[in-house]
């Protein structure tokens, strides 16, 4: 069974940055979209990007230009590296991987933003 597991959350000031990583396991296995999704408290999941096994990349107009999400195929890892964070990014972020008509998700990894 597919089995994805988030690392790399943590507390860092206004402005600050972050990476994120999620390894997808249990391979092998073939993984279209690799993504990354945050929810903030009482608010919904929303989603902040996501990339294709091709290297297309999505991103929310929110975190455009200061967030960057990659993948390394080989690794089935997906990375997102914040930057210019603001309070507002704070959230749990969850990472997803699409595969076999199915999308699995991670546990989640906290962000908190905050002096």
């Known amino acids: 069974q597919v089995q994805l597991v988030e690392s790399g959350g943590g507390l860092v000031q206004p402005g600050g940055s972050l990476r994120l990583s999620c390894a997808a396991s249990g391979g092998p296995f073939s993984i279209n979209v690799m993504g990354w999704y945050r929810q903030a408290p009482g608010k919904q999941r929303d989603v902040v990007a996501f990339i294709t096994s091709g290297g297309d990349t999505n991103y929310a107009a929110s975190v455009k230009g200061r967030f960057t999400i990659s993948r390394d195929n080989a690794k089935n890892t997906v990375f997102l590296q914040m930057s210019s964070l603001k309070p507002e990014d704070t959230a749990v972020y969850y990472c997803?991987?699409?595969?076999?008509?199915?999308?699995?998700w991670g546990q989640g990894t906290q962000v908190t933003v905050s002096s």
């Open positions: 997803s991987a699409d595969l076999a008509g199915y999308t699995y």
